[in-house]
């Protein structure tokens, strides 16, 4: 049965151009068997046997969060706290949760997943990754990864994550590279590519066995440090390169002529105190740039796009309509799908704000502006 969304303050869209915006105000959305039938301006609506009156409000694609860790136990405030007052973030302050994760029972980390993913739905949410990488060893890595696919099909093995304590890095990358990666399942591998975790070498070695075993390799990289991980990116043809911090000119050239998305994390500089990447600059240089949560208890505990957005706009260089765009045809691109878009014929993933026009995800920031989320049609979370 049809349903038309009417008197729809302002709808956007992403164009397939890099940080541009489709915008039509005055607008309706038909949306028939989990699918957008129809759009354009309200004063064009076809009838439909049940109508929705959105005045005032805005509609927006479903935002793709293409960077996730939620599969964890325990939880780091006690580090961000002390952070705050001026310790500096490490790499190896993942320890802690790969010892909790390991110490977890499954029930208990599927639900601080299903807890999350809800968070998710409500911060506008409709598809969503999430890694492994707190279990560090066979059997977690597995338990994690099945998790995981509870709740997504973008599910992403992070064996190599960090090198867990007591072990020999090159040993460690051969267990990643053998035992585990035949012991699980997953649609992509990752590895953590940077100073105090992996070296290109072996990163090398954990995304093309992961490539061998049918994976779809996407990278952790230039977070703390350049150590020419973009080129490896490229050169794999990596759906996605994450963090993107430090880049030189190279690396950006590198990007702009490769199908590999930078996607950068504000709520993990933002969590660190660390100097931000800019993302303006790189998609006004013709790079596919998307923005995702990186939720994880260490570096950046928010499932908040809408603020991820507002950080971008702040003190990342995006423009407000290159920053949606990065939050939803950006992220689709990052895992190498179609949705965050609303055109005819697409599944019916949106957001409905309570804002006049899409700028208010940078104007309001920390309201809770997100009214209403569709997955394929269907509400999936509304506001009281
Ligand atoms: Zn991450």
Redesign the pocket.
Known sequence: MATCYRKIATLVSPTEAIGELTVITDAAMVVDDGQVTWLGKDSDAPSCETEVDLTGKTVIPGFVDS?S?LVFGGERSEEFASRMNGEKYQAGGIKSTVAATRNATADELRANTAGLVQELYASGITTFEI?SGYGLDTETEKLSLEIASEFTDEVTFLGAHVVPSGSDPDQYTDLVAGEMLTSIKAKWVDV?CDKGAFSVTQARKVLTAGIAAGLKPRM?ANQLSNIGAIALAVELDCASV?HCTFLDDADIELLRNSNTVATL?PG?EFSTRSAYPQGGKLMNAGVAVAIAT?C?PGSSFTTSMPFCISVAVRDMGFSVDQAIWAATKGGAMALRGSQGVLEVGVKADFVVLDAPNHIYLAYRPGVAIISQTFLQGRKVYERR
């Open positions: 960077h860790h890694k953590f952790h994450d994390l993990a990186d994880n």
